[in-house]
């Protein structure tokens, strides 16, 4: 099927394709030089890389607007460059530096940038969620038509915070789009175990919630169901849940020797699962965008995350007069 | 002279004031409406002990009852604070702190510092403290050193009417993340209560009684038992100064050190565990600062380190009675007395 043929893709513009592409090939660039990065030893701490669920980040929050907001995961990094954190602050965030959009205070974890609606990355698994529900109230009593987008993972599903807060939703009739981004490990463990083969879109149906699984990663697949359950919480019709199918490509933080997954598992993904290939292949067969131009955007990206990690190693480290500082507004 | 209100209907006209004077405060907790959805909505609780009763039919779209998902809601009042909101939430206990402490020390406290001081979460966690109803040790606890010991919280815990309504919308105007703690037996007790708005600003003791003897540090429902001691140890010519410090975070140190430093003895009650407690902080606080101004060692009069019991004898005896403080107030101005010049 060409992309011009699907309702959703057919619905975007040269220019929202083009944007697409670039926010999931800024993501993988991103994750990819994090990866390597990381094991020079230079960035410090530990991080959980988000590269292969791409078509997820991109296909809810390029719906989004600045005053929306997104309650995010330990895996944040994808979440923040699709909700349009500076991507060379986050490096330098990643990197402890001064620079960095939190002043190295947060790190790969806590990374947030609250005039983009980034609610922050968040280190506790199931801590989103109703922090997600809290910005819905906010939309609530404003009568805005704001939208708040959480995320959770498989594992994140499993947490009482993450099911309590499909039930305050639906109770408080909250503008919240709950999408959990089933990778197929709680870390380490399947989902065959820990949700013992549970269709999760049954949890969002137990609170009277709408729900629906789809491909994560396919952008297009990804980008229709979360239109219409962003539309719907813009016009007052609640919360949905949203179950995608999805993958990673590292482990679950680096340094995960991943001996957990089958031999070959991830190069397999590589190949046959990839979103941004899909995406490429699906924009250019149909004619819609020349490949010349998604090579453009290629190299480009890679001078913009060159040009991030050149940046965040040369930038000033923080004070260590700061350390108490930041905590209270007044004290 | 001003009007007589109750603990609790100070606090009712607090939060009545505050949603009338700034839109974006919210209510929100398990039956603060108390019916929502129920046949008799319009004349509902008002909570359980009916302090936010009347304020749901006022403002129907600003409060709201919970499911009972204390982690749920919780952390909706610091998503909503992130938001721009300044959420109100009722933590009906205490003691359920113990279901969402997450969303109060993962998330709300430490927003501010994780993303570089980028971030203001403005919320009060109202919630109901102490022993002495007899509601045994999972409706009865004092753990106000837990929550002082988190950066990014502040820590309130009012003893009189005056200092509850004052208090409050300080802390609905605040900043910051509020905890803040009404004793559930001080709720009938009466004080005099300007009708009109007025804050009390965090940090400032209130020095409760002056005296020269022994300086008594003594916070909520402690602060009126520390009276009763004292005003018994008047007849023996011991005179006492209490402080009730009205925030343990902020803390007013120096109001303390001020007054040990003309008495020289330094007593601290208080309701919560003894290890590690606000009554530990304190002693060694003044132990640095001002160890010379002592003239014995200071004394912690604390219940034991045991849960709340249930048992109207046992609970009796697990709360610092008038007595204990006063036994260790002799103790202390006896050891001194005995000490050479």
Same mark, same amino acid.
């Given at each position: 099927?060409?992309?011009?043929?699907?309702?959703?893709?057919?619905?975007?513009?040269?220019?929202?394709?083009?944007?697409?592409?670039?926010?999931?090939?800024?993501?993988?660039?991103?994750?990819?030089?994090?990866?390597?990065?990381?094991?020079?030893?230079?960035?410090?701490?530990?991080?959980?890389?988000?590269?292969?669920?791409?078509?997820?980040?991109?296909?809810?929050?390029?719906?989004?607007?600045?005053?929306?907001?997104?309650?995010?995961?330990?895996?944040?990094?994808?979440?923040?460059?699709?909700?349009?954190?500076?991507?060379?602050?986050?490096?330098?965030?990643?990197?402890?530096?001064?620079?960095?959009?939190?002043?190295?205070?947060?790190?790969?974890?806590?990374?947030?940038?609250?005039?983009?609606?980034?609610?922050?990355?968040?280190?506790?698994?199931?801590?989103?969620?109703?922090?997600?529900?809290?910005?819905?109230? *906010?939309? /609530?009593?404003?009568?805005?038509?704001?939208?708040?987008?959480?995320?959770?993972?498989?594992?994140?599903? *499993?947490?009482?915070?993450?099911?309590?807060?499909?039930?305050?939703?639906?109770?408080?009739?909250?503008?919240?789009? =709950?999408?959990?981004? *089933? *990778?197929?490990?709680?870390?380490?463990?399947?989902?065959?175990?820990?949700?013992?083969?549970?269709?999760?879109?049954?949890?969002?149906?137990?609170?009277?919630?709408?729900?629906?699984?789809?491909?994560? =990663?396919?952008?297009?697949?990804?980008?229709?169901?979360?239109?219409?359950?962003?539309?719907?919480?813009?016009?007052?019709?609640?919360?949905?849940?949203?179950?995608?199918?999805?993958?990673?490509?590292?482990?679950?933080?680096?340094?995960?020797?991943?001996?957990?997954?089958?031999?070959?598992?991830?190069?397999?993904? /590589?190949?046959?699962?990839?979103?941004?290939?899909? =995406?490429?292949? /699906?924009?250019?067969?149909?004619?819609?965008?020349?490949?010349?131009?998604?090579?453009?955007?290629?190299?480009?990206? /890679?001078?913009?995350?060159?040009?991030?990690?050149?940046?965040?190693?040369?930038?000033?480290?923080?004070?260590?007069?700061?350390?108490?500082?930041?905590?209270?507004?007044?004290? | 002279?001003?009007?007589?209100?109750?603990?609790?209907?100070?606090?009712?006209?607090?939060?009545?004031?505050?949603?009338?004077?700034?839109?974006?405060?919210?209510?929100?907790?398990?039956?603060?409406?108390?019916?929502?959805?129920?046949?008799?909505?319009?004349?509902?609780?008002? !909570?359980?002990?009916?302090?936010?009763?009347?304020?749901?039919?006022?403002? +129907?779209?600003?409060?709201?009852?919970?499911?009972?998902?204390?982690?749920?809601?919780?952390?909706?009042?610091?998503?909503?604070?992130?938001?721009?909101?300044?959420?109100?939430?009722?933590?009906?206990?205490?003691?359920?702190?113990?279901?969402?402490?997450?969303?109060?020390?993962?998330?709300?406290?430490?927003?501010?510092?994780?993303?570089?001081?980028?971030?203001?979460?403005?919320?009060?966690?109202?919630?109901?403290?102490?022993?002495?109803?007899?509601?045994?040790?999972?409706?009865?606890?004092?753990?106000?050193?837990?929550?002082?010991?988190?950066?990014?919280?502040?820590?309130?815990?009012?003893?009189?009417?005056?200092?509850?309504?004052?208090?409050?919308?300080?802390?609905?105007?605040?900043?910051?993340?509020?905890?803040?703690?009404?004793?559930?037996?001080?709720?009938?007790?009466?004080?005099?209560?300007?009708?009109?708005?007025?804050?009390?600003?965090?940090?400032?003791?209130?020095?409760?009684?002056?005296?020269?003897?022994?300086?008594?540090?003594?916070?909520?429902?402690?602060?009126?038992?520390?009276?009763?001691?004292?005003?018994?140890?008047?007849?023996? !010519?011991?005179?006492?100064?209490?402080?009730?410090?009205?925030?343990?975070?902020?803390?007013?140190?120096?109001?303390?050190?001020?007054?040990?430093?003309?008495?020289?003895?330094?007593?601290?009650?208080?309701?919560?565990?003894?290890?590690?407690?606000?009554?530990?902080?304190?002693?060694?606080?003044?132990?640095?600062?001002?160890? !010379?101004?002592?003239?014995?060692? +200071?004394?912690?009069?604390?219940?034991?380190? %045991? +849960?709340?019991?249930?048992?109207?004898?046992?609970?009796?005896?697990?709360?610092?009675?008038?007595?204990?403080?006063?036994?260790?107030?002799?103790?202390? %101005?006896?050891?001194?007395?005995?000490? +050479?010049?």
């Amino acid at each position: 099927m060409s992309a011009v043929e699907t309702p959703a893709s057919s619905e975007l513009t040269r220019d929202e394709l083009l944007d697409a592409y670039r926010v999931m090939r800024t993501i993988r660039e991103f994750e990819e030089r994090v990866h390597l990065e990381f094991a020079t030893g230079e960035i410090p701490g530990f991080v959980h890389l988000y590269a292969g669920e791409e078509a997820i980040a991109a296909g809810v929050c390029l719906l989004l607007r600045d005053d929306d907001y997104v309650a995010s995961t330990h895996r944040g990094h994808g979440h923040a460059i699709a909700k349009g954190c500076d991507v060379k602050g986050m490096m330098a965030e990643i990197y402890g530096k001064k620079t960095g959009l939190c002043h190295g205070k947060g790190g790969s974890m806590h990374i947030a940038d609250l005039s983009r609606g980034m609610l922050g990355a968040n280190g506790i698994v199931g801590g989103g969620p109703p922090l997600a529900c809290g910005v819905g109230l *906010n939309a /609530r009593v404003r009568q805005s038509d704001q939208v708040a987008v959480s995320f959770t993972g498989d594992g994140g599903s *499993n947490q009482g915070t993450f099911l309590e807060s499909l039930n305050l939703a639906a109770a408080w009739h909250l503008p919240v789009v =709950f999408v959990i981004e *089933n *990778n197929g490990y709680a870390e380490s463990t399947s989902p065959n175990f820990h949700q013992a083969g549970v269709d999760l879109i049954k949890r969002g149906e137990g609170c009277g919630l709408p729900g629906i699984s789809v491909d994560g =990663f396919d952008f297009f697949a990804v980008r229709e169901v979360a239109s219409e359950a962003i539309a719907r919480a813009r016009a007052g019709g609640g919360a949905t849940l949203i179950e995608c199918k999805a993958s990673r490509y590292f482990g679950h933080f680096e340094g995960d020797q991943q001996t957990y997954r089958a031999p070959g598992e991830v190069e397999e993904l /590589r190949r046959t699962r990839d979103c941004l290939l899909a =995406f490429a292949g /699906r924009v250019t067969s149909a004619g819609a965008i020349d490949p010349g131009e998604l090579e453009a955007i290629d190299e480009q990206t /890679r001078a913009l995350i060159d040009e991030a990690v050149a940046e965040a190693k040369a930038a000033p480290e923080p004070d260590p007069s700061d350390v108490g500082t930041d905590v209270y507004v007044s004290y | 002279m001003a009007r007589t209100i109750t603990y609790q209907q100070a606090i009712n006209e607090a939060l009545a004031q505050e949603m009338e004077r700034d839109p974006t405060v919210v209510l929100f907790g398990e039956d603060v409406s108390g019916g929502m959805g129920s046949p008799g909505e319009e004349d509902a609780w008002g !909570g359980v002990l009916g302090v936010t009763k009347g304020l749901y039919p006022r403002f +129907p779209d600003r409060v709201l009852d919970t499911p009972i998902s204390e982690s749920a809601y919780i952390g909706a009042a610091a998503g909503a604070a992130a938001a721009g909101l300044r959420p109100v939430a009722e933590l009906m206990f205490v003691d359920f702190l113990g279901v969402c402490f997450d969303q109060i020390f993962n998330q709300a406290a430490k927003f501010r510092y994780m993303f570089g001081g980028n971030a203001r979460t403005p919320i009060v966690i109202r919630t109901m403290w102490g022993a002495g109803i007899r509601a045994a040790s999972q409706h009865s606890q004092a753990l106000h050193p837990i929550f002082t010991h988190i950066p990014g919280l502040k820590v309130v815990a009012p003893s009189t009417p005056y200092d509850a309504k004052g208090l409050l919308i300080q802390a609905i105007r605040d900043d910051d993340p509020v905890i803040f703690l009404e004793h559930k037996v001080l709720y009938g007790t009466e004080g005099e209560v300007p009708e009109e708005q007025y804050t009390i600003p965090f940090g400032e003791a209130n020095f409760v009684r002056e005296g020269d003897d022994v300086t008594i540090v003594a916070l909520g429902r402690m602060a009126l038992v520390a009276q009763q001691a004292a005003a018994e140890l008047d007849g023996e !010519g011991i005179s006492c100064e209490i402080i009730d410090p009205r925030t343990t975070s902020p803390l007013d140190l120096d109001s303390i050190l001020e007054s040990v430093a003309s008495t020289g003895h330094l007593i601290v009650v208080d309701e919560a565990n003894p290890r590690c407690g606000f009554a530990a902080d304190i002693v060694a606080q003044v132990a640095q600062a001002a160890f !010379g101004d002592l003239k014995a060692a +200071p004394r912690m009069v604390t219940p034991p380190h %045991s +849960p709340v019991p249930f048992s109207p004898v046992l609970e009796d005896a697990y709360v610092p009675s008038p007595d204990q403080i006063a036994a260790a107030v002799r103790e202390v %101005s006896g050891a001194a007395r005995a000490r +050479p010049a």
